[in-house]
């Protein structure tokens, strides 16, 4: 049932055809991330680069590269969570379907972590320095763990039941930390290892944080998994591993995986930290140096054999897009017994993830209206922006299930298709101003502050949506090239922004005010303004990553014939989100021309990773 550690997850992958081993030598030095990411984008198999320039160990990448991968990696125990999936959401399930509680009471065993007094973790100790160290694009600020495990436990209540276990990245090297002795440990909004430092801020005192590398396929899935306050992490993994997670207990220090490829332990100081980054994130940008907390670090331990894995990250798809596709098959069907009165959510990876969530919901309070409206689906909105990490949604598009049954989340041109046909952008723009947003996003008003913006569907259809700009249609000067992006979405390409974080820019006025005398814009409710129209218009993966990273609702949203009324803002004619680069924006990842280079060499004819993308 399921692989104890990483060493037999890789022999078994090599075996079906799913992992290749890389002699070659090549640096993590940007090459490695390279590599791994030009092998995603091909559907690639799992990497295990065996020569690593300047390091004795190996390094796996791309194993969760692709949906098909990552199911066969946990093929042994996604039937089992299934059935307690289905338990959940109708607890009547064992009595239609009575033999699946064969499977259900072992998997119910499994989340329980096993405490152990010796593992293979304990085999050696190297140096921070010794890691790794893996640069995945050219300004990040040093090496990083792009695939940590890291561990805390409440100081008011010490144990696993009331432990975290986060994918938080780890910078290992760079900026004001000291070699060896400190790291920095950078977590976003919302995520639980806060409430830990929060009890230590209120304390006074220290903490102690473990980094675990390896071990389990299932440890770093667990680590990323949005699981409820109060089901640990750990317990997750057991259930995902299809055993028990062995723990070794160590007097004084956290408990650690016996079977962990590397294990880093030290302590918080609560009131100190220093600055992290900048590091290329998910976004498609730099995350820039901001200061997060610091780890003094005590040990690094790694068993015999070691390997360590990695990812990269950048502009969407990337390896946590498997991820996070992985992720909704788990937890997908739970989101209605979360949140009442939801069908599905879907937090679109193309834009970010937590940039744009798409939702539908059900509008049952007052069924008998001959006209349907907007109102218990913006109720259902504001729960979604109060749980866990939906609540860092920016935009939030929601329909009703009412209104097409079919409707298919995920078919994202449909949705949003159907919400342009029926939102009336004078009463159905709902915005939450001067609040949290995700911490990776830099269009908002600062670090985690920000602004969100509902936009409800609901009803009859207002409008037919054109494919074809309107036979009269011009433009102000400085403003050219429309594209349409999808029906009833135009680009307009236009000026370069340089204004001030939060200033009103005077020539999307000017656009908004020329454009209420153009007509035929009745069948384009959306229109993005953009640096660059050809590419935003491009592909719908263009278009998405344009309009919603380079957006914040409260400062980038006007309106053609906008208004205010009663403190509710609203337009007559189309919404205009200005989706220019900012002056405050982070800058977008690039790769670098001569690592690029040498990468392209070693995939050429004759070249060693010739076939690999």
Request: hydrophobic letters at 40%; a negative charge.
């Amino acid at each position: 049932m399921g692989y104890r550690n990483l060493a037999a997850c890789v022999a078994d992958l090599e075996r079906n055809g799913s992992l290749i081993p890389i002699d070659q030598e090549v640096s993590a030095d940007l090459e490695i991330g390279s590599i791994q990411r030009r092998v995603y984008q091909a559907g690639g198999p799992a990497l295990l680069f065996t020569r690593v320039k300047g390091s004795n160990f190996p390094m796996l990448g791309n194993l969760f590269g692709t949906l098909e991968r990552t199911r066969f990696i946990f093929r042994d125990t996604l039937k089992a969570i299934e059935r307690l999936v289905q338990l959940k959401i109708d607890p009547r399930y064992l009595l239609k379907e009575p033999a699946a509680l064969a499977s259900v009471l072992p998997a119910a065993w499994h989340l329980l972590p096993k405490k152990v007094t010796d593992g293979p973790i304990l085999a050696n100790r190297t140096t921070i320095s010794g890691l790794p160290q893996l640069k995945s694009w050219p300004d990040d600020g040093g090496a990083f763990i792009t695939l940590p495990q890291v561990y805390s436990e409440s100081l008011n209540a010490p144990g696993v039941r009331h432990s975290n276990l986060g994918m938080y990245r780890v910078q290992l090297s760079g900026g004001q930390y000291r070699q060896d002795a400190e790291i920095g440990i950078h977590y976003q909004i919302h995520r639980g290892i806060g409430f830990h430092h929060a009890e230590a801020l209120e304390k006074k005192a220290p903490f102690r944080v473990s980094i675990f590398v390896g071990g389990a396929p299932s440890m770093t899935v667990a680590a990323v998994m949005p699981l409820p306050e109060g089901m640990p992490e750990l317990s997750f993994a057991g259930l995902l591993a299809g055993h028990r997670i062995e723990m070794v207990e160590r007097e004084g220090g956290l408990p650690m995986p016996a079977e962990a490829d590397f294990v880093i332990t030290g302590i918080i100081d609560p009131e100190k930290t220093l600055p992290e980054g900048p590091f290329g994130d998910h976004f498609g940008y730099y995350s820039l140096a901001h200061k997060f907390p610091v780890l003094k670090v005590e040990n690094v331990y790694h068993r015999d054999g070691a390997i360590w894995p990695f990812t990269t990250v950048g502009r969407p798809p990337q390896e946590d897009t498997s991820f996070g596709a992985f992720i909704h098959e788990l937890t997908g069907p739970l989101i209605p017994t979360v949140v009442p009165g939801v069908r599905a959510v879907h937090a679109v990876d193309a834009a970010g993830v937590h940039p744009l969530l798409l939702a539908v919901g059900s509008e049952r309070y007052v069924p008998y209206c001959e006209k349907r409206t907007p109102q218990e689906i913006l109720t259902i909105a504001n729960a979604i922006l109060g749980q866990g990490q939906l609540s860092l949604a920016k935009y939030l598009m929601i329909a009703t299930h009412e209104d097409a049954p079919q409707l298919d989340i995920h078919d994202i041109p449909a949705f949003l298709s159907h919400v342009l046909e029926r939102f009336d952008p004078r009463c159905d723009l709902h915005f939450q101003t001067a609040t949290t947003m995700d911490t990776l996003d830099y269009s908002g008003s600062g670090l985690n502050s920000g602004s969100k913006l509902v936009l409800a569907g609901v009803g009859e259809k207002r409008r037919e949506l054109g494919t074809e700009l309107p036979a009269d249609f011009r433009l102000p000067a400085g403003w050219s090239a429309p594209g349409i992006c999808l029906p009833g979405v135009l680009a307009l390409q236009g000026p370069p922004c340089r204004l001030a974080k939060g200033e009103a820019d005077p020539e999307l006025e000017k656009l908004c005010s020329f454009l209420e005398s153009v007509p035929g814009l009745e069948a384009f409710p959306l229109i993005v303004a953009c640096d660059d129209s050809r590419f935003t218009a491009e592909s719908l993966n263009n278009f998405l990553w344009v309009t919603f990273t380079r957006s914040d609702p409260a400062a980038d949203l006007y309106g053609v014939g906008a208004f205010t009324a009663a403190k509710h803002w609203g337009c007559r004619g189309p919404l205009v989100i200005d989706a220019r680069v900012k002056p405050h924006h982070a800058p977008p990842l690039v790769e670098d021309p001569e690592v690029e280079r040498r990468v392209d060499q070693l995939a050429a004819p004759g070249g060693p990773l010739h076939g690999l993308y």
